[in-house]
């Protein structure tokens, strides 16, 4: 099982409508959780993160933790054709603080 | 305020040359971490260095790869004798202290893209 798994897309949704991107772990012991944009051929973005259970929100971005189900996801509310990008999903394990990257959703909002 | 800054952003190397890439962290930090991303993979972690030391090096190959930060000047990672498998694209990051858990950011560069022919 991998450590950190998403669904690589792509997700298609009409301008104006939620996204939402979902992101599983296995690691029990992760404490601090991360969501990154990567535009094609360009580096991650930090979006949003999130260190303990329940609802963050930044403007239009909702990040939801929730450690007993090993889950983390990120919500876009009022998608615009410029989210259109790969999200990635991280955590860090507390081992010198490197991160676990899942593989990334693809993320296409069309008009 | 600069960012990470990387280079080159693009190099091009035969098989067995050897390819160095050059990471400048953000102003203030001493943190530095490299990540690889191959094609149509996610970000792999590979080394965490700060200055004059290596703290993590568990993603690195364990031969042609090695990466420093020196006191002066900036982090850089060293591929020997490249060979095709190697192209992808290489991003250095940069944090304050800690990074991840501590709640400080770890800011990424604009990356170096690798490509071996």
């Known amino acids: 099982q991998k450590e950190v798994e998403q669904n690589s897309g792509p997700l298609s949704v009409p301008e104006g409508a939620i996204a939402s991107l979902n992101c599983t772990y296995s690691?029990?012991?992760?404490?601090?959780f991360f969501w990154y944009r990567q535009y094609s051929g360009k580096s991650p973005e930090l979006i949003m993160s999130i260190y303990s259970n329940g609802d963050k929100e930044d403007g239009r971005f909702t990040a939801q933790l929730n450690k007993a189900s090993q889950y983390v996801s990120l919500l876009i509310r009022d998608s615009q054709p410029s989210d259109s990008a790969t999200y990635l999903c991280?955590?860090?394990?507390?081992?010198?603080?490197?991160?676990?990257f899942g593989t990334g959703t693809r993320l296409q909002v069309t008009l | 305020n600069a960012g990470v800054m990387q280079n080159p952003r693009h190099l091009v190397r035969r098989r067995g040359q050897e390819a160095r890439l050059r990471c400048s962290p953000m102003k203030g930090h001493s943190h530095v971490y490299w990540y690889r991303q191959l094609p149509e993979e996610g970000l792999k972690f590979m080394v965490y260095?700060?200055?004059?030391?290596?703290?993590?090096e568990s993603g690195m190959p364990k031969e042609r790869f090695s990466a420093e930060f020196p006191k002066e000047g900036p982090s850089i990672l060293r591929i020997q004798q490249v060979v095709r498998g190697d192209s992808a694209a290489y991003f250095c990051?940069?944090?304050?202290?800690?990074?991840?858990?501590?709640?400080?950011?770890?800011?990424f560069g604009e990356g170096s893209w690798l490509t071996v022919v």
């Open positions: 690691d029990r012991v992760s404490q601090s």
């Open positions: 990051a940069s944090s304050p202290s800690t990074g991840g858990s501590s709640g400080n950011t770890i800011y």
């Open positions: 991280a955590l860090d394990t507390g081992t010198a603080s490197k991160l676990t």
């Open positions: 260095l700060q200055k004059e030391n290596i703290i993590d």
